[in-house]
């Protein structure tokens, strides 16, 4: 055999070799990134609101507001209303209070979830996460 061959079968096999090597530590880096601390559907989180913001919300609806962040921005739906995007709501105070909620809830939870938002009585607001 001549050399060339030889040079071009030992590229081959240093690249199968690095191949394989990326290969496993790319499948452990996916298993660490799958398994690691996430939040679950169901976690409740109160949130820290302006007693501005706790009033408007309580005004807006009795019921549980669904909050829904993703990459189209936070959509909001009150009782049996259709979902509407945030910039929807027009009302100063409305809408700096879904967004201060939605702002902390962010916090909590990363850049995407759905949640109920829920302002009490004795002026906490509280949110489950749903996804």
């Known amino acids: 055999m001549s050399g060339a061959v030889i040079w071009v079968l030992v590229f081959l096999v240093i690249a199968l070799i690095a191949l ?3 290969w496993y530590l790319a499948r452990r880096v996916k298993t660490d ?3 690691g601390p996430t ?3 169901g976690a409740r989180a109160l949130l820290e609101l ?3 913001s706790v009033a408007s919300l309580r005004g807006l609806s009795a019921e549980p507001i ?3 962040q993703g990459e189209g921005g ?3 739906q009150i009782e049996h209303r259709p979902m509407l995007p945030l910039m929807a709501f027009v009302g100063k105070d409305v ?3 879904l967004a201060e909620a939605a702002g902390r809830v962010s916090e909590q939870w990363g850049p995407e979830w759905v949640a109920l938002v829920t302002a009490r009585d004795d002026g906490s607001v509280s949110a489950q996460r749903l996804a």
């Open 20 to 22: 394989v090597v990326v």
């Open 66 to 68: 669904l909050l829904k």
């Open 74 to 76: 936070v959509r909001v």
């Open 39 to 41: 939040a679950a559907a």
């Open 50 to 52: 302006t007693p501005a």
């Open 95 to 97: 809408s700096s209070a």
């Open 33 to 35: 990134l799958d398994n």
